[in-house]
């Protein structure tokens, strides 16, 4: 390494092979450990030597960008401190690839890689756990959730189901109601053609028959018409079950049409 800017963080560094030495400019980055490493393409300079007077210069304390630097040169030449590049001795054999003990761009560029490549390996290895921890606590909410859910929509069909249920014990109450006042009325009234004494025989009889069947409409309502024409077919029905009991038992025949009774004599 020959030099570095921590500022703008590029390093610069010799190179030497058979064919001579090379400078080259790359840029570096320092990760939160204060390990560098080379980053992008180098870049083939020329460089320039500048001289001040001794003493010009000023103690400073050394900032992070200096720090990042050292971390830096610490990388590239393994502590060691930046030795001018060595020329290259012609009579040696010629060997393929870079001279022992140097590395080309390309390779300088790899290992930064397979040393990225290792530290991402490492924090990911170092955050599976969070990962899977943080995995398990979504699935227990999505679980708790899920339960959550399925309790609500089970407790709404409840309620839906009640709520049907006590509509048509409304509508039946009602509709029963209709029909008691609906059969008392008919019952009675003189086109029913039932005597007095005989409703008290037919009417819970047409009550039993049309309690709970009323008719009702698609609406739910209760269809008087429909009602009043059931209440009407089950008096006439009731009228003649009466009647043909009230003739077995001799009552409403003439006295003709009784059997007489015979007399032996004595």
Request: hydrophobic share 40%; glycine share 6%.
């Amino acid at each position: 390494m020959r030099d570095f800017d921590p500022d703008r963080a590029l390093v610069w560094f010799d190179v030497n092979n058979r064919d001579g030495s090379k400078t080259w400019q790359q840029p570096y980055t320092v990760n939160a450990d204060g390990v560098a490493g080379l980053t992008g393409d180098p870049l083939e300079v020329m460089a320039r030597v500048v001289y001040d007077p001794v003493g010009a210069a000023e103690a400073t304390t050394p900032t992070p960008q200096d720090m990042a630097a050292a971390a830096v040169r610490e990388h590239v030449t393994d502590g060691a401190p930046p030795a001018a590049p060595n020329p290259p001795n012609k009579e040696e054999p010629e060997m393929s690839g870079t001279q022992a003990g140097g590395q080309s761009p390309g390779e300088a560029g790899t290992a930064t890689t397979e040393a990225r490549t290792a530290t991402t390996e490492a924090a990911a290895e170092a955050r599976l756990p969070i990962v899977e921890a943080e995995r398990d606590q979504l699935r227990a909410r999505n679980t708790a959730m899920s339960e959550q859910l399925a309790e609500a929509q089970a407790e709404s069909r409840r309620a839906r189901a009640e709520a049907q249920e006590a509509v048509a014990e409304r509508r039946r109450l009602t509709a029963n109601e209709a029909g008691r006042s609906t059969i008392d009325r008919m019952l009675t009234a003189d086109e029913a053609g039932v005597p007095a004494d005989m409703q008290p025989l037919i009417g819970p009889r047409v009550h039993a028959q049309i309690l709970n069947h009323v008719p009702l409409t698609d609406a739910g309502d209760v269809d008087q018409p429909a009602l009043e024409a059931a209440v009407t077919a089950a008096i006439r029905a009731e009228r003649v079950h009466a009647a043909s009991l009230l003739e077995a038992q001799g009552v409403g025949r003439s006295p003709a049409s009784a059997p007489t009774a015979t007399r032996t004599p004595g």
